[in-house]
């Protein structure tokens, strides 16, 4: 599966963007989806994921109640709702497909999509 991310830029500290990751290949269906986050100077860190079926979802912390992800495998597709974005948001996010059960880690990543930048001024 090849995965391809867009959708950041920069929006003022309490806006809201949507990222989207589109993959390609037809073993998409068969991967849960994540996206983590590297902040400059800083360790990439897991953000959310969902289950293949869409069935279960997991955030971290600081990102539970603002973030939201989906997926559509009829469109081989991946979204994450970013909401009340704060200026620890800013990072670049990257979407990846995972195996595993629960929340994935790095070694759990198949395959990972390019960055896209996600910038939130104060």
């Known amino acids: 599966v090849q995965l391809q991310a867009s959708g950041g830029g920069l929006v003022q500290a309490g806006g809201s963007l949507r990222l989207s990751c589109a993959a390609s290949?037809?073993?998409?269906?068969?991967?849960?989806l994540g996206w983590f986050r590297q902040a400059p100077g800083k360790e990439r860190e897991f953000v959310t994921a969902v289950t293949w079926g869409g069935a279960s979802t997991y955030y971290a912390d600081s990102v539970k109640g603002r973030f939201t992800i989906s997926r559509d495998n009829a469109k081989n597709t991946a979204s994450l709702q970013m909401n009340s974005l704060q200026p620890e948001d800013t990072a670049v996010y990257f979407c990846?497909?995972?195996?595993?059960?629960?929340?994935?880690?790095?070694?759990?990543?198949?395959?990972w999509g390019q960055g896209t930048q996600v910038t939130v001024s104060s």
């Open positions: 290949g037809r073993t998409f269906s068969r991967y849960a």
């Open positions: 990846a497909a995972t195996g595993g059960d629960g929340p994935p880690s790095e070694s759990d990543v198949a395959a």
